[in-house]
């Protein structure tokens, strides 16, 4: 009789168990489906009931404040930034961050608010490049405004041993130079 107790109390238990992850997986998915599809609403509920800022898609990785970032926005992504979102997440291949999409895009509002969450300012993605890097290779003057002014290093080389002066120089951007060589470039 206590062996058939305990496998019951061992069924009940693993189905408790099933039963919870299924719960938590359910919330994850609904959260990232939040993301996608824009629903303020129901992110909001989710949040408020303590699904995680940092849920990430099963493929590939892409964490919620990245998805939120690479479709600009900024009311998402500010909702996520405000339950304690790590903004410096990356998909598992180590991509860029939000702060790197949002330089890309030259996103000025967007560059400030994950700066002003704690964004790894000189983080580097897989190629070593930083959002400082990205910022000059689009010709997003302000966003490498923005990102100088906050103390980004303008000499990070990335694996081809290139820095953001070098690929300015290339593009002949003098403004670009004239911002990144008073920075302290070299």
Known sequence: ?????????VLFMSLFAASHAAHAMSDQYELLKAVETNDIAKLTELLNKG??????????GQPAILIAARKGNLVIMKMLLDHQ????????????TALMVRAISGDAEGIKMLLDAGADINRTDASLETALTKAVRNRQFRAAQILIA????????????????DY???RRNSRMIRLLEDAGAN
């Open 1 to 9: 009789m206590k062996i058939l107790a305990r496998l019951g109390l």
């Open 51 to 60: 699904a995680s800022p940092n849920t990430r898609q099963r493929t590939g």
């Open 85 to 96: 979102a790590n903004p410096d997440m990356t998909d598992r291949g180590g991509s860029e």
């Open 150 to 165: 906050n103390k980004a290093d303008p000499n990070v080389q990335d694996v081809t041993g290139k820095s953001a002066l």
């Open 168 to 170: 300015a120089k290339e």
